[in-house]
């Protein structure tokens, strides 16, 4: 049963990763484009999705709380302020995409506020990533630092390189759901935030040998986590030749498999620890009749049934693009 539960709350995590990673990217794009029909293309292009893919933090969040109750709590403790500055960063771009459209005369405020909003929610999710890997001071299981600890140079680095990933998500739905000019837009903006990206990643990893992160240890203890960084080369190469031959679903695909394997990375290179080197998957689960009472209501039902809306929703709309969308 606890490996069932660590499995939905990886699934959750990933989903939410590279569906709401979209609508972020989509968000941080916003701030680039000049033009109002561009605009109202990158809009409509996540209108249909946009506020169903956060369900999946939300089941992420509930998962946590149920069946890992102590890690919820060390979690929340340490990342009581990023956590707090996500959630306003959420609520902003929800309030700005339903408002800015309708806006007579502070139109202009409510793109800063879409395009902001998504920058400090993408951007705090990476900052809490990075406290993760640098590790987080934890005492008898619970929380022993300061409202800052989580707060390093690493850790804004990672906050960097996640909003720089999301934002080729973003690229990669526009080259997808939209046409004409905002397509031709996007192509050379995924070319760019590779690069960029790349380098990032780069730095980071320096950073990582620089600190004598303990992260380091595990990859020489198993060396076979070394096959997704070649994933990831796999998927740059990929990316690139679809760029230059304009295709319009190998981008999303390639950048999509990155994350997979990025993702996995950390997954793997943490095991059994679900708090880095502090709280292990057994340390941390809830007594098993928690785990069983939760299956039979939210595992049997409620998860599938959001998952089979998700793919419905996406498959209604696959069609759809932001010109088609006369409301944004």
Not at 180 to 192: C, V
Not at 221 to 227: A, S
Request: hydrophobic share 60%; net charge positive; with cysteine.
């Amino acid at each position: 049963m606890v490996l069932f539960w660590i499995s939905v709350l990886a699934f959750s995590i990933l989903l939410y990763v590279l569906l709401d990673g979209v609508d972020l990217g989509v968000g941080m794009l916003f701030g680039l484009a000049r033009d109002e029909d561009r605009r109202r293309q990158m809009m409509g292009s996540v209108a249909p999705v946009w506020d169903g893919n956060e369900t999946w933090l939300i089941v992420s969040g509930v998962v946590l709380w149920g069946a890992f109750p102590i890690v919820y709590a060390t979690l929340f403790s340490a990342f009581y302020l990023p956590l707090i500055f996500m959630l306003a960063g959420l609520i902003l771009r929800g309030v700005a995409f339903e408002f800015r459209e309708r806006a007579l005369h502070f139109r202009i405020v409510w793109g800063l506020a879409f395009c902001g909003g998504s920058l400090l929610a993408a951007f705090m999710q990476g900052v809490m990533v990075g406290a993760l890997v640098e590790g987080l001071p934890v005492s008898h299981g619970a929380y022993a630092g300061s409202d800052f600890s989580w707060l390093s140079p690493f850790a804004v680095l990672c906050g960097v390189g996640l909003c720089l990933g999301y934002s080729l998500l973003g690229a990669c739905w526009l080259v997808r759901k939209c046409v004409g000019e905002t397509q031709s837009w996007a192509y050379p903006l995924i070319a760019r935030l590779s690069a960029v990206l790349g380098m990032l990643l780069v730095l980071v990893f320096v950073l990582a040998l620089a600190l004598n992160l303990r992260v380091m240890q595990r990859w020489l203890e198993r060396p076979y986590l070394f096959v997704f960084p070649v994933i990831g080369v796999v998927a740059a190469i990929v990316l690139s030749l679809s760029v230059r031959r304009r295709h319009v679903r190998a981008p999303g695909y390639a950048v999509a498999a990155t994350f997979v394997a990025a993702f996995a990375t950390f997954a793997i290179t943490f095991w059994p620890y679900m708090v880095p080197f502090s709280i292990t998957v057994d340390q941390a689960a809830a007594p098993h009749a928690s785990l069983a009472f939760m299956f039979w209501g939210e595992g049997l039902f409620v998860l599938p049934l959001m998952l089979i809306y998700t793919i419905i929703g996406y498959r209604v709309f696959r069609s759809s693009d932001g010109t088609n969308s006369s409301q944004y």
